[in-house]
C-alpha cells in the first residue's frame, strides 16, 4: 500500500488560506469516509485536527477544514497565524488488510 | 486527562530485538483499542500495529509483519510492542496512539491522542 501523496510544502502570508491536498486510490479515500488530519509540530506528537473528512474535535480552531472529492481529500487553513506553520498529515482507513496509510506529509510555512 | 507514556527505546544491532512499552492513564484502557505509530528520521508517519480493547485481535503493517507483537496487559494499563529481527529500517520514534471510542475494531477511523514516542535506533 502506497502512502498517500500530498505536496511537500505549502506557504502562505498570515491571514491567507492555504488548501493541502491529499490524494489516495479508491482503496482508500476514495472507499472510506475516514480520513483524519494531523498537525506536528518539530519534536512533538502528532495532533489530531479533522477526522472523518470534516470534522473537528473540541478543542480545535474553526480556522481548519476539511473535505473530500472522489479520492482526494483536502485540509484548508484560513486566517493563516504564525503558530499554524508545521507539518500536515492526512491519513486514511484502507480495509481491514491495509487497516490506515498516511499521507507523505506537507510543510506548512508562514511567510 | 489522558497521558501516554512510551518507554523502552534505545540504541539496537542488526537482528537484535526490543520490547517498547506504553503507560496509560486517564482513561479506561481496557476498553479501547490501542496503536502503534513509527515515523523514521525526517520522514512521514507509518502505521505500524493495532490491538483490540480485549486483545482478541492483532493486525500489522506488511512491513513488521512476522517480526513484531502487538499486546496489552489490562491489569497493568499497559500496551506492548515487542520487536524482533530488527533492521536499520526499522530506526524510528515510536509512538502509541488510542481508538477515539471504546469497542472499535479497528476501524473507528483516527487516533485521538498520541504519546510523545520512543527512539528505536538500528545500528551496528
Known amino acids: 500500500q502506497s502512502a498517500l501523496t500530498q505536496p511537500a510544502s505549502v506557504s502562505g502570508s498570515p491571514g491567507q488560506s492555504i488548501t493541502i491536498s491529499c490524494t489516495g486510490t479508491s482503496s482508500d479515500v476514495g472507499s472510506y469516509n475516514l480520513v483524519s488530519w494531523y498537525q506536528q509540530h518539530p519534536g512533538k506528537a502528532p495532533k489530531l485536527m479533522i477526522y472523518?473528512?470534516?470534522k473537528r474535535p473540541s478543542g480545535v480552531s474553526n480556522r481548519f477544514s476539511g473535505s473530500k472529492s472522489g479520492n482526494t481529500a483536502s485540509l484548508t487553513i484560513s486566517g493563516l497565524q504564525a503558530e499554524d506553520e508545521a507539518d500536515y498529515y492526512c491519513c486514511s482507513y484502507a480495509g481491514s488488510s491495509t487497516f490506515y496509510v498516511f499521507g507523505t506529509g506537507t510543510k506548512v510555512t508562514v511567510l | 486527562q489522558v497521558q501516554l507514556v512510551e518507554s523502552g527505546g534505545g540504541v539496537v544491532q542488526p537482528g537484535g530485538s526490543l520490547r517498547l512499552s506504553c503507560a496509560a492513564s486517564?482513561?479506561?484502557?481496557?476498553?479501547?483499542?490501542m496503536h502503534w505509530v513509527r515515523q523514521a528520521p525526517g520522514k512521514g508517519l507509518e502505521w505500524v500495529a493495532f490491538i483490540r480493547y480485549d486483545g482478541s485481535n492483532k493486525y500489522y503493517a506488511d512491513s513488521v509483519k512476522g517480526r513484531f507483537t502487538i499486546s496489552r496487559d489490562n491489569s497493568k494499563n499497559t500496551l506492548y510492542l515487542q520487536m524482533n529481527s530488527l533492521r536499520a529500517e526499522d530506526t524510528a520514534v515510536y509512538y502509541c496512539?488510542?481508538?477515539?471510542?471504546?469497542?472499535?475494531?479497528?476501524?473507528?477511523?483516527?487516533?485521538?491522542?498520541w504519546g510523545q514516542g520512543t527512539l528505536v535506533t538500528v545500528s551496528s
Open positions: 496512539a488510542k481508538d477515539p471510542l471504546p469497542y472499535c475494531g479497528g476501524d473507528c477511523s483516527h487516533f485521538d491522542y
Open positions: 486517564g482513561f479506561t484502557f481496557s476498553s479501547y483499542g
Open positions: 472523518e473528512g470534516s
